[in-house]
Nanobody, 126 residues
């Protein structure tokens, strides 16, 4: 049974940093596309960053980011602990949202991924 559990959200001042974690079980991280999404109430869910599956990395770049976070956020995965991370630096108030971890077979992340965590709230004060 696939499970994803996020942690690490909280309140931080503008310009600060947070690291989100997503503990995955029921599958091997390397075999799936895994990524982070975020959602503000009343708005559509937005893709933040993705690590492609092993098969995807054989054909394309290993990871990618949305334009709004590129250069500030870093995605990484630890296969030994089956954990996905999102290091968020130089945070801005507009980064405030519920952040979700998601996973699916296939090369890429997309809005309709099969498996989702329950989310962790990030609140950046100005």
């Amino acid at each position: 049974q696939v499970q994803l559990v996020e942690s690490g959200g909280g309140l931080v001042e503008s310009g600060g940093s947070l690291r989100l974690s997503c503990s995955a079980s029921g599958f091997f991280l390397d075999d799936y596309a895994v990524g982070w999404f975020r959602q503000v109430p009343g708005k559509e869910r937005e893709g933040v960053s993705c690590i492609r599956s092993r098969d995807g990395r054989a054909r394309y770049a290993a990871s990618y980011y949305s334009a709004s976070v590129k250069g500030r956020f870093t995605i990484s995965g630890d296969n030994a602990t089956n954990t996905l991370y999102l290091q968020m630096d130089r945070l801005k108030p507009e980064d405030s949202a519920v952040y979700y971890c998601a996973a699916d077979r296939g090369f890429n992340c997309y809005s309709g991924m099969r498996y989702w965590g329950k989310g962790t709230l990030v609140n950046v004060s100005s």
